[in-house]
């Protein structure tokens, strides 16, 4: 059984950051790519950035330069630093990684969420 649990959320007023994480614990042999999307309320659930096994990133544009992905393979641990927050980034954050249990088994993993608001 794998769990991903996102932690750091919370109310932040505009200009200001927050750091997000996603800890991953359970029968886990490796993680190949992990993932922040979030969603929020009436819209889809969009991608805001990934980072893969080798350290390889991409964000969605309405992020690039303010937020940074990154990941601590030693403790399964994946972070969204999030600098100069604004109203529009307000949402449920998501983490989802592809995780292999076994070396020739993977699965897609959805964290709980945690709500990002941006507010004055």
């Known amino acids: 059984q794998v769990q991903l649990v996102e932690s750091g959320g919370g109310l932040v007023q505009p200009g200001g950051s927050l750091r997000p994480s996603c800890a991953a614990s359970g029968s886990i042999f490796s993680i190949n790519s992990l993932a922040w999307y979030r969603q929020a309320p009436g819209k889809q659930r969009e991608l805001v950035a990934a980072?893969?096994?080798?350290?390889?990133?991409n964000y969605v544009d309405s992020v690039k330069g303010r937020f940074t992905v990154s990941r601590d393979n030693a403790k399964n641990t994946a972070f969204l630093q999030m600098n100069s927050l604004k109203p529009e980034d307000t949402a449920v954050y998501y983490c989802?990684?592809?995780?292999?249990?076994?070396?020739?088994?993977?699965?897609?993993?959805w964290g709980q969420g945690t709500q990002v608001t941006v507010s004055s």
């Open positions: 980072v893969t096994l080798g350290g390889i990133t």
């Open positions: 989802n990684a592809d995780i292999r249990t076994t070396p020739s088994v993977s699965y897609n993993y």
